[in-house]
């Protein structure tokens, strides 16, 4: 069984005084090199946004951060204007080992739909290529870590045991927003679409 490990999101924004902060965002860089040691296959997610982008409340005058709002796609929280394309805040956090990245796969760059998933753009159906990309390779269990525990590490974990994927989840080599209950929310998520959280 071919295995990979899947990194979501491990940038300056995400981390201690990024646009965006996770609390202890940081912590986990280290875990995950290591990890990558012994990975045969790595592949990290990159949140790529023009500046503009509909899901930052900067581009809603009457909405504040963290506010939800309705997308012609659904329910979505409005953000601080985070990972800009080509900005300081979307790159990786510099002592993230980019060198051992099979493949990058940049998400959110469509200015009219948010993503959170490494798989799917928010509306659910219009691919990453990743899906593809794994298939291809033969891979079939994936291991996931990174930022956001409860967005984005949640959403690629669930879509890809969807899509039939054996998918664990490190919980000490991820971190939360924990957002209203988000990361309460997300764990069960998780476990309820089989997602095993290790």
């Known amino acids: 069984m071919t295995k990979a490990l899947i990194v979501i999101d491990v940038q300056n924004d995400f981390c201690p005084n990024g646009a965006l902060a996770v609390p202890q965002g940081d912590k986990i860089v280290s875990g995950i090199n ?14 790529w946004h023009p500046a503009g982008h509909s899901s930052f ?17 659904g329910p979505q929280v409005l953000w601080p204007d985070h990972c800009i394309q080509g ?18 796969i940049r998400k959110g760059f469509n200015p009219a739909i948010d993503s959170y998933s490494a798989f799917f753009e928010n509306d659910h ?46 919980q000490n080599l991820s971190r939360a927003i924990d957002l209203n209950g988000s990361l309460d929310a997300a764990t069960a998520g998780m476990q309820n679409a089989g997602v095993i959280i290790a």
């Open 87 to 104: 900005t300081v805040g979307a790159e990786f956090h510099p002592d993230l080992n980019q060198k051992r990245a099979d493949l990058i």
């Open 125 to 170: 159906v219009t691919p990453t290529g990743l899906e593809g990309y794994l298939r291809t390779r033969g891979i079939t269990e994936l291991t996931l870590v990174g930022l956001a525990l409860d967005f984005c590490v949640n959403y690629s974990a669930v879509d890809a045991a969807k899509l039939g994927f054996e998918v664990t989840v490190i």
């Open 57 to 73: 409340a900067s581009s809603h005058s009457d909405k504040a951060a963290y506010d939800l709002t309705q997308m012609a796609y």
């Open 34 to 47: 290591a990890l990558m040691d012994d990975a045969a296959t790595v592949i990290l997610t990159q949140d």
